[in-house]
């Protein structure tokens, strides 16, 4: 079988446990959204997220902006306002924020807050805690909603509800997020879909570990937020071209990505408990073996082995989709 038929089984594979996993209650859903708050509290994975989560490339805005601008032909000049919901530290909404007289980013976690407002270099840019499912905005006042990387935590039913109140009519929202990263070594760039192909496999096997509370957010990523394309209450509704951003990055980085996400970091907390559990302490040792950052990686470095050598770089490859709507 091709790689490509590799890829796009695995997808199915992913739709199909997406569709078996609706029936997981709302119970469930709002528990795991309360620990995802408690867990961007943490300073230190706020600061992980930071340092190592990819920024968005200019294509990305040009892309939304084109978007909006075709559903409001009467613009002249920059628009009234923006709000940029689950904006974590404010990547996306500084990327934004030159073409709106107003911009508001808001994010569940106050430390997620309070680093974006220490990076902010905009007087017309203000961040707030507040939370998706109940948007603090006047009616019709809103001409662009963003989101990244952050809808597959929300109740998205509630969200888009709120967003659509908000947005003035002619307003548009873009829902952003990318696949987990390919990471190409050197030797393997005219080999892409080999690559991928291998890693979606290694990647599942990880998948097996997460707890089916926890599954039901990570599958609406694999689908590339098809959820919340169907569930907006609109019509005019659609998917913007894909993009692809690349980074080339050491193992360092790798690592300190992998880290700065919510499945390794919990499926490291999962392993860490076991291990006490059933020993009674964890030593340092344990601890280099249950990390699951490490763990992928040692497995990819066995495929590839150029990865073995501690200065290799990788081409992190990133596939950045848009779901959109316009009230």
Known sequence: MSPKRDITKARLHYRKLLNSSQSLIVQKQQRVQSKMQRYYEDKEIVQEYSRYRPLLSDQVRVAVMDYLKSKTKGCQGKYDMLLDVGCGGGQATQLFASDFKKVVGIDVSQNQIDDANRKNCYDHVKYQVGHAEKLDFENDSVDLIISVEAAHWFNVQEFLAEAFRVLKPGGCIAVI???????????????????????????????????????????????????????????????????????????????????????????????????????????????????????????????????????????????????????
Not at 308 to 321: H, R
């Open 177 to 327: 997020g990318y696949l987990p990263p390919t990471f190409i070594p050197q030797s393997y760039l005219g080999d892409k879909a080999k690559v991928a192909a291998k890693q979606l496999e290694i990647g599942y096997s990880f998948l097996k570990e997460v707890p089916k509370e926890r599954m039901q957010s990570y599958l609406h990523v694999a689908s590339r937020y098809q959820n919340v394309l169907d569930l907006m209450p609109v019509y005019d509704k659609c998917r913007l071209p894909d993009l692809e951003l690349s980074f080339k990055w050491s193992k360092k980085h790798v690592l300190g990505f992998m880290r700065s996400m919510d499945m390794v970091v919990h499926l490291n907390e999962q392993r860490y408990n076991e291990v006490l559990q059933k020993n009674g302490e964890v030593t340092y040792d344990d601890v280099k073996k249950i990390d699951v950052a490490i763990d992928y990686f040692n497995i990819i470095a066995k495929e590839f082995s150029e990865l073995q050598n501690p200065d290799a770089t990788v081409n992190a490859l990133f596939q950045v989709f848009t779901v959109a709507g316009s009230k």
